[in-house]
């Protein structure tokens, strides 16, 4: 391995108002850091990027704490070991870790997971293996327990989180309604990977026609990923006991206007319906049991799953704005060559 003496880094420049656009961010070089006692150097291979990262930039309480200016992104990585002073780990291992937007990484072995490419490809450790396909297995079956032929809707269905959400409702037995917004999009969705129906929410015209004609039965469950006028409209339809997990809210993450609109208690009240809150890290201490499941479908060829990957680290900021476009099918991710 060649001699490594500087870093590059992308860097909070300074807090988005709006939209973020790349002058929010920075490419910087710095001196390369040496590792110390039970620390190791990460090589960055893959990095993720992820819509919940836009609350971060934002100076504000939420449930972790805001990205700080001048200080690189955080974020999930998939990289490998190319120095080590850890008995953890060797030169050569491959891991996972929430590490910065950076070529290399510093940190402590103890905050890493070692992952084997012989089970997957290092890119699923980010997608159905990693955050986005454990967020769906546990909001899904730990708030929506789907149960066979009830109806499932999921927004953002042809995310990285709504389109494994899906089959594992599938999985489960449920019927399944996707929403995305691109026929592409809904064309996969049903061919391949089996959701019953599907609705492109920019062409359909009449969402609230359209979603009772693909929910005849009213809707069990839903899945959540985007807020806005979308969620307004599926809240119509809730069957008695309903379930809404709430995972994200992308539609308002870049609203500078607040977020506006119909007042769902007297719905929860009238259908005795659990709307909740989650992120992953609630279940942090179930991750086994969500990647073994989701490791045995996988295997069983009972899930699928897409990712948009961008090359070149140059690529990171624009493959995050790519995100609120809706330019991605599955897991976004930016893979880092040339270092």
Known sequence: MKSLTINRMIVLLSRPEGMPTEQNFEIREA???????????????????????????????SYTEPYRLGEPIVGGVV???????????????????MLGWQLYNVVDAALLRKV?????????YLSVLGLTGLTAYFGLLDIGQPKEGETVVVSGAAGAVGMIVGQIAKIKGARVVGIAGSDEKTQFLENELGFDETINYKTVGNLSQA?????PDGVDIYFDNVGGTISDEVMNLLNTHAR???????????????????????????????????????YADRS????????????????????????????????????????????????????
């Open 31 to 61: 001196p390369f850091a040496e590792p110390g006692e039970n620390q190791v150097v990460v090589r960055s291979i893959y990095l993720s990027v992820d819509p919940y990262m836009r609350g971060r930039m934002n100076d504000s309480k």
């Open 288 to 339: 086994n049991e969500g990647i073994q499941a989701l490791g045995k479908w996988l295997t069983e060829g009972k899930l699928k799953y897409e990712e948009t990957i961008m090359e070149g680290f140059d690529q990171v900021p624009q493959a995050f704005l790519q995100l609120f476009e809706g330019k991605n099918l599955g897991k976004m991710l930016v893979k880092v060559n040339g270092i």
């Open 116 to 124: 084997d490419e012989k089970i997957a490809p290092l890119s699923a």
């Open 79 to 97: 990289g490998e070991i190319v120095k080590s002073k850890s008995d953890q780990y060797v030169v050569g291992d491959k891991v996972i870790g």
């Open 211 to 215: 979603l009772e004609q693909a929910c």
């Open 244 to 282: 809404i997990a709430v995972c994200g809210a992308i539609s308002s993450y870049n609203s500078t206007d607040g977020d506006y609109g119909p007042r769902v208690q007297r719905k929860l009240i009238k259908t005795r319906s659990l709307m909740k809150g989650f992120i992953y890290f609630d």
